[in-house]
C-alpha cells in the first residue's frame, strides 16, 4: 500500500530513442519506440503500459529523431480528464536561450528538460528505455527503494555470459547494494571477477553449473535530489557515465527482474520476439487481466479470413484474407492478402488505412474495398518483414536469407538474413528476391 500510495509522487520520464541506425530500415521514417509491433501496437505502447498498471500516471516522453509519427501517436492514444493530475506530454528536443544542441545522450537528453521534471516536484524520478519488451509492476522497485534507504536502484536481470559481453554488467553485494560496475566487458579475467556469487545463483533459484551475470536493464529509479546533484556535469549518457560515477558516490542498489525482457534493438531481435507472441505459451503475453497494454483505440470491422489454413499466427483487425496458407507470422491492422499466398515467418504490418472501394461487378477479391496496398495473388513470402503501406504485385516471391550477408536492393533491404520492404514500398509483381 505504501509503494501504490507513493506512486502519486513518481515522474516517469521514457526515451523516445535515438537514431536507430541497428534497426533500420524501421526507423526510417520513424523513431524506434513508433515502430510497430505485434500487429497492432507500437513499442512505445509496453513502457508507458507499464506507468499505468503500477499507478505512474505523470510521464514525459523524451523525442527527437523522426518523431513526427511517434507524436501523432501519443497524441491520439493517451488522454486524462480534467479531474486528475495525471499527464502524458512529449518533449522533443528544442533550442532554448540556455543552448541550441540535440540531446548528446540519454543522460543529457533528462538534463536539457529538468525544469519541467522540477516543477511536478516529484519525489523520485523513474527513467525508462522506449524500445524494450517487457511487463513490470515498478511498485516493486519502489518499495525495494524506500526499503533500502536507496539514492538509486536499477533495475538488473541475470543473464549468461555470451550476452554479458553486450550488456552494462553489475556486481551486487549479499544486500543486493551495486559495488562495481562495467559496460559491455569483453576481458575473460573481468568477466570472471563479476559472476554472480553462488550463494545468490541459489537464492534466485537459477539453474547452476552455468555462469551468471547480473545485467542493467536500462531502468533506473532516482531520488529527485540525487538526480539533480547526478546531472551537474556535462557527462552525456547514463549507462556509461552517470551509473558508474553514482554507485561511488550515492547508495546505489539493484533489483532483480527475472521475467522476460529483451530489448528490440535489432533486425533480428525484433523480428524473433515478434514470431514468438505467435506461440500459445508466448514470452510476452499480450492476453494479461491486470497488465493491459494500452494503444491507439481504432474502430475496426473485424478481419474477414475466407478459405484459408492459418497457424501459430496474430491477425490484427480490419484484415481480408482469401484462400491463403499463413504460418507462424503476424498480419497487421487493415492487410488484404490475395488468394494463392503462402506466407510464413514473416511480419505484415498492415496499412494506415483503407482505399478506395474498387467499383467492379466481379465475385472475387476485386471486389472488396481494399487498402490502398496489399499482398497480392499467389505471392510466397518467407521470414521477411513488410513494413507498413507496402505492396506487393501478384506472384512476387521472398525467399529465406538466413546465412546472406546485408543486401540493400531497389525496393527491399536485408538484415540479418531478414528480407525488409520499407515503408510504403513498392515490389512490382513477377519480383523474386
Not at 66 to 89: M, Q, V
Not at 144 to 151: D, M, P, R, S
Not at 228 to 247: E, T, Y
Request: include cysteine; proline fraction near 4%; charged fraction near 25%.
Amino acid at each position: 500500500m505504501a509503494a501504490e500510495f507513493l506512486t502519486k509522487n513518481v515522474l516517469g520520464v521514457i526515451m523516445g530513442g535515438g537514431a536507430g541506425t541497428r534497426l533500420f530500415p524501421l526507423t526510417k521514417e520513424r523513431s524506434k519506440p513508433a515502430v510497430p509491433i505485434g500487429g497492432k501496437y507500437r513499442l512505445v505502447d509496453i513502457p508507458i503500459s507499464n506507468c499505468l498498471n503500477s499507478n505512474i500516471r505523470q510521464i514525459y516522453i523524451l523525442t527527437q529523431y523522426n518523431s513526427a509519427s511517434l507524436h501523432r501517436h501519443i497524441h491520439s492514444t493517451y488522454s486524462f480528464d480534467r479531474f486528475t493530475r495525471g499527464f502524458i506530454e512529449v518533449l522533443a528536443a528544442q533550442q532554448t536561450n540556455a543552448g541550441g544542441s540535440w540531446y548528446q545522450g540519454t543522460a543529457d537528453a533528462v538534463r536539457q528538460n529538468l525544469r519541467y521534471f522540477t516543477q511536478n516536484d516529484p519525489d523520485c524520478v523513474l527513467v525508462l528505455s522506449g524500445d524494450q519488451l517487457y511487463h513490470m509492476d515498478f511498485r516493486l522497485i519502489l518499495e525495494q527503494h524506500i526499503a533500502t534507504k536507496a539514492a538509486l536502484t536499477v533495475a538488473t536481470i541475470p543473464v549468461s555470459r555470451k550476452d554479458a559481453v553486450g550488456l552494462g554488467i553489475m556486481e551486487l553485494d549479499a544486500d543486493k547494494r551495486i559495488i562495481r560496475f562495467a559496460e559491455k566487458p569483453k576481458d575473460h579475467a573481468l568477466l570472471d571477477q563479476l559472476k554472480i556469487a553462488p550463494d545468490m545463483v541459489t537464492s534466485l533459484g537459477l539453474p547452476e553449473g552455468s555462469d551468471w551475470f547480473m545485467a542493467s536493464m536500462g531502468i533506473y529509479l532516482f531520488n529527485t535530489d540525487v538526480l539533480l546533484r547526478a546531472l551537474d556535469n556535462d557527462k552525456a549518457d547514463f549507462g556509461k557515465h552517470i551509473i558508474p560515477d553514482s554507485i561511488y558516490k550515492e547508495r546505489v542498489y539493484g533489483h532483480v527482474f527475472q521475467g522476460y525482457w529483451e530489448d528490440v534493438g535489432t533486425i533480428k531481435s525484433f523480428f524473433d520476439a515478434n514470431l514468438a507472441m505467435c506461440r500459445l505459451q508466448s514470452p510476452f503475453n499480450f492476453f494479461e487481466r491486470n497488465r493491459p497494454v494500452y494503444t491507439h483505440a481504432r474502430f475496426l470491422p473485424p478481419s474477414k479470413i475466407l478459405d484459408c489454413q492459418i497457424d501459430q499466427s496474430l491477425i490484427a483487425d480490419g484484415c481480408v484474407i482469401l484462400k491463403s496458407h499463413i504460418e507462424n507470422s503476424i498480419v497487421g491492422l487493415r492487410s488484404f492478402i490475395g488468394s494463392g499466398c503462402k506466407i510464413k515467418e514473416t511480419i505484415i504490418m498492415g496499412c494506415d488505412f483503407f482505399g478506395t472501394r474498387l467499383e467492379t461487378h466481379d465475385r472475387d477479391e476485386r471486389s472488396f474495398g481494399i487498402p490502398h496496398a496489399s499482398i497480392g495473388r499467389d505471392c510466397h513470402i518467407e521470414r521477411a518483414i513488410i513494413d507498413k503501406n507496402a505492396h506487393l504485385g501478384d506472384g512476387v516471391i521472398i525467399t529465406d536469407k538466413t546465412g546472406h550477408p546485408d543486401e540493400d536492393g531497389s525496393n527491399y533491404y536485408v538484415r540479418d538474413g531478414i528480407v525488409v520492404i520499407p515503408k510504403n514500398g513498392a515490389v512490382p509483381a513477377g519480383t523474386r528476391i
